[in-house]
């Protein structure tokens, strides 16, 4: 019986020791760009930007010449490769800070005052 209840008490220590890592979801990172669609699916990493030269181009389209406008690698494949941002996320940074987050909760009660002429 002693055994059952030291067993009993080791299980529930490490259950409430235990804290898995915080996963780091690309949408939650400054770095995100959200599609023209509002779809995170489909979502850009801004820290990797694609490097425009005739040959990446030439094999896309089969035409020679530069693409217009900056386009930024999906967060998918930035999220695949270690030499990027990796499956740990290595280059994820908080979207808000707890500063940033009391600083629109400030602005927004401000404009609510205001609508409301309080």
């Known amino acids: 019986m002693k055994l059952i209840t030291l067993f009993v008490i080791q299980f529930i220590t490490f259950a409430l020791s235990y804290k898995p890592d915080k996963v780091k979801f690309c949408h939650e990172c400054k770095h995100f760009i959200q599609d023209k669609e509002n779809n995170i699916q489909f979502g850009k990493c801004g820290a ?4 425009d030269n005739d040959y990446t181009n030439f094999l896309i389209t089969g035409e020679r010449g530069l693409m217009t406008g900056e386009d930024y690698y ?7 490769f270690k030499d990027m941002c990796g499956e740990d996320g290595s280059l994820f940074r908080k979207k808000y800070t707890k ?4 600083k629109d909760w400030l602005k927004n009660y401000d404009a609510l005052l205001e609508k409301n002429d309080l």
């Open 48 to 51: 990797f930007p694609k490097i």
């Open 74 to 80: 999906f967060c998918g494949t930035a999220r695949g």
């Open 99 to 102: 500063k940033q987050e009391t």
